[in-house]
Every structure is written in structure tokens, then in C-alpha cells.
């Protein structure tokens, strides 16, 4: 079974950093891209930054020049450096990662952490 776990998240004041980290464990046979996105209260649920296997990343506009998103292959570990902090950063954040599970590739589906809750005070 796969499983999705990040830390990292907390209450920081504005201006502050934060390192998010998200591991993923189990029967993995590969990982495509992996990702971060986040939900605050009554919005939508909203990607915020993705990274292929190869290192190519992209963001979300809000969070360009703030945030860097990398990961380790070899520990299956994504990474979210988020700087700069704003409150309206305020989310709860989700690993997403689109893998193959098992002992031969049979296709990839996305499965996604438990969450973790980042808040920026003013």
C-alpha cells in the first residue's frame, strides 16, 4: 500500500519560512511528476507547485519567486521551500504524486498525503 506523509507545516509570522517535506512509502514501482497544492478555508483546492522526474517545475503565479519546489529521486521525498510567507498563504497543504504501484509498471494514478496545515500571521 501507498502512502503519502509530509511534515514541515506550522505557524509562522509574515515574512517567515517554512520547509515542507512529503516521502512516499510502499509498493512503488515508479513516480512521474510530484506536487504541492493547497486548500484554504471555503476555497478551492489549488496546485501549487509540480516537478517531474526530470527537475522540470512549475508554479503557480502567486508563489513565483517565493517558493521552490525540488525533490530527491533516490528517497522518493518532495520538497516545498516556501519564503517570504504572506497570510494569505494560509492553507492546508497536499502531497500529490503520480506513481505506479506494484512490482511492473501497470499504468500511474495520483495519490495524495494526508495533509499538513501551514498558518501566516499578520
Known amino acids: 500500500q501507498v502512502q503519502l506523509v509530509e511534515s514541515g507545516g506550522g505557524l509562522v509570522q509574515a515574512g517567515g519560512s517554512l520547509r515542507l517535506s512529503c516521502v512516499a512509502s510502499?509498493?512503488?514501482?515508479?513516480?512521474?511528476?510530484m506536487g504541492w497544492y493547497r486548500q484554504a478555508p471555503g476555497k478551492q483546492r489549488e496546485l501549487v507547485a509540480i516537478?517531474?522526474?526530470?527537475?522540470?517545475?512549475n508554479y503557480v503565479d502567486s508563489v513565483k519567486g517565493r517558493f521552490t519546489i525540488s525533490r530527491d529521486n533516490a528517497k522518493n521525498t518532495v520538497y516545498l521551500q516556501m519564503n517570504s510567507l504572506k497570510p494569505e498563504d494560509t492553507a492546508v497543504y497536499y502531497c500529490?504524486?503520480?506513481?505506479?504501484?506494484?512490482?511492473?509498471?501497470?499504468?500511474?494514478?495520483?495519490?495524495w498525503g494526508q495533509g499538513t496545515q501551514v498558518t501566516v500571521s499578520s
Open positions: 510502499g509498493n512503488i514501482f515508479s513516480i512521474n511528476a
Open positions: 500529490n504524486a503520480e506513481l505506479s504501484e506494484g512490482l511492473v509498471w501497470l499504468g500511474e494514478q495520483h495519490y
Open positions: 516537478i517531474t522526474t526530470g527537475g522540470t517545475t
